[in-house]
């Protein structure tokens, strides 16, 4: 007993480091605009990255701001519109992360912590996974490291709905040992577990799910005893097994109800619209112009719809591992093992299957088209190019397992083994990095928000900010948003996922009249003074991009009491 718990502290104090020091590097590879300028710079641009900080923040006000004038679901923009929380994800499943920064930094500094964090523990997460089924550590930290910071989430960076994975690992976990010996325990803990992943992200979520019904499926197929075995569980617990399961899918439904009400007013996603979405070969080779291998694979992007969502490509060091992997398991038959071999061949089989269901052809052949029409909630996942996230997952976990495997049966020298290990590591790790993020300054959009807050202070009750054709409109709406939000003012203004009906185009800006007009489409009450918020004429007229001089706004004042008096 006494060896057995020296031979484990040792490979801890050998282990652990390792994973560290992988984690470390990806943090820096992903982050080191944000780290270099002493997170002076926010990755990666002002409308999205914003966005994601404002639903943060909302909930963070909703907790510690009793006089906050937001409710869960109707953050005050798009006023008077309810549940317009409903229009992108909630990121509720992570919140408490960014609430725990937030307690003891302003929101910019928080929300940057909160990216980091999310990152590490889904590389902290996946390294779990690792270690539990005994992988050498560097080859284990690389595949955690391709998880939490591999190109795919990195030319994603901007879309940090996609950010906190570290759920899924854990939901893995338990299902990897439920399948083999099922207990009600594990099934409540991957339910709850799984709720908490569609809580953290609904694209990371529902993917999850849907993953999990082909590993069960794929599971059963293969291996008949655990068909035996889960057939005959479910027998004899099946009334707890229903009442546990209806009782998820009633607090799915009541969690998620607005965004069923959303649904039913703005209606799915149309075929055609997700048809533009859908994984082509090229997208599996497709890079970010700030990849290094951009001068080798950008044009393989070209003419694809939307080609930043079709950036899905994670290196010749692990596509070179996955060849290997697939044609030892599947070509050669090589066994690895009872255990191992089982979790090989289902891991790489749910990648496969995902793959191909997903998978595009000319002229607009997909078998993704049946998953729409019959898959519950297929039809509101618009971009499922993002279908990596789980696919990835799937593929990390069979070709990292299978490759451990390889060595440690090809290669009888520990040190041998453990060098080709760190070879591999090294090398896909270094095609990881991109030379160019996205960022902007802070300081200035901070202090256009801080005009528009002061402006909106002054006896507001209602704002509303007009934008020139010149300006960027989700970066004025999003200021605008932010500008209430701090002075606790309801704007009209907003940017998200969809936009209510009847409401003019987001992208084009509002005069006075145009925003009467829509708060009377829209029953808003009619008391108190609505303020169209403006640029200053010589602010608009500057052309010097100094910082010290931000441009300065000005409020038209509309009393709602005078209007109605009028004849």
């Given at each position: ?43 990666t ?68 912590w909160?990216?980091i ?9 996946f ?20 998880f ?9 960076l ?13 939901v ?21 577990l ?99 291998y951009?001068p ?52 790489l ?28 909630g ?18 990390l ?5 299978c ?5 440690k ?137 100094e ?6 706004y ?14």
């Amino acid at each position: 007993m006494k060896d057995q718990i020296n031979r484990n502290w040792g490979r801890s104090a050998i282990s652990i480091p390792v994973y560290v020091l992988a984690c470390l590097a990806g943090i820096w590879i992903m982050f080191y605009p944000t780290l270099s300028s002493h997170f002076a710079l926010m990755q990666t641009d002002p409308g999205d990255t914003r966005l994601n900080q404002y639903f943060l923040e909302h909930s963070f006000q909703l907790l510690t701001n009793p006089a906050y004038i937001g409710q869960l679901w109707s953050p005050s923009f798009f006023y008077p519109y309810p549940e317009v929380l409903a229009f992108s994800d909630n990121l509720f499943g992570s919140a408490p992360v960014y609430w725990f920064f937030r307690s003891i930094l302003p929101s910019d500094l928080a929300y940057q912590w909160w990216t980091i964090a999310v990152l590490t523990l889904n590389f902290v997460a996946f390294s779990m996974l690792m270690r539990r089924f005994s992988v050498n550590p560097f080859l284990g930290s690389l595949a955690s490291f391709l998880f939490a910071f591999g190109l795919p989430r990195a030319m994603q960076l901007g879309h940090q709905q996609l950010l906190p994975q570290f759920f899924t690992p854990l939901v893995f976990w338990l299902l990897w040992d439920f399948i083999k010996q099922p207990t009600i325990k594990r099934f409540v803990a991957i339910l709850l577990l799984t709720y908490l992943q569609v809580l953290a992200g609904i694209y990371l979520g529902w993917f999850l799910v849907f993953s999990i019904l082909i590993f069960v499926g794929i599971s059963c197929w293969i291996r008949p005893d655990i068909r035996r075995t889960l057939i005959r569980y479910v027998r004899e617990n099946i009334k707890p097994l229903v009442a546990i399961s209806l009782g998820w899918l009633a607090l799915l439904v009541i969690t998620f109800w607005p965004y069923i009400r959303a649904k039913s007013v703005l209606g799915g996603r149309s075929y055609r619209e997700i048809d533009s979405m859908l994984p082509r070969l090229q997208s599996w080779f497709s890079v970010d112009h700030g990849s290094v291998y951009a001068p080798l694979l950008s044009w393989i992007s070209k003419g694809l719809p939307a080609a930043n969502e079709h950036r899905l490509f994670m290196g010749f060091v692990i596509l070179a591992m996955s060849v290997l992997a697939i044609w030892a398991i599947f070509r050669q038959k090589i066994d690895l093992g009872e255990d191992r071999n089982f979790l090989v061949r289902v891991s790489l089989l749910v990648f496969i299957v995902i793959f191909v269901l997903s998978f595009r052809i000319p002229p607009g052949i997909s078998l993704w088209r049946f998953v729409y029409h019959l898959v519950p909630g297929a039809s509101v996942i618009r971009a499922v190019t993002r279908i990596w996230t789980i696919a990835d997952f799937y593929l990390l976990i069979g070709v990292t397992v299978c490759i451990d495997s390889l060595l440690k049966m090809k290669v009888r020298q520990p040190l041998l083994r453990s060098s080709i290990a760190l070879v591999l590591c090294v090398a896909s790790m270094g095609e990881q990095r991109l030379v160019n993020y996205y960022q902007y300054e802070k300081a200035s959009i901070d202090r256009e928000v801080v005009q528009m807050q002061q402006v909106m202070e002054k006896d507001c009750d209602v704002a509303y900010v007009t934008f020139t054709p010149e300006q960027p409109f989700f970066v004025v709406q999003l200021s605008a948003m932010w500008a209430g939000l701090r002075s606790n003012t309801p704007v009209v203004n907003g940017y998200s996922g969809n936009h209510p009906p009847d409401y003019l185009d987001p992208t084009k800006s509002m005069d006075a009249q145009g925003v009467l007009d829509w708060l009377e489409v829209s029953d808003a009450p009619k008391s108190g003074n609505l303020c169209v918020v403006s640029q200053e004429p010589s602010a608009a007229q500057e052309t010097s991009s100094e910082p010290a001089n931000p441009p300065s706004y000005r409020a038209e004042s509309i009393d709602f009491n005078a209007i109605d008096s009028t004849p």
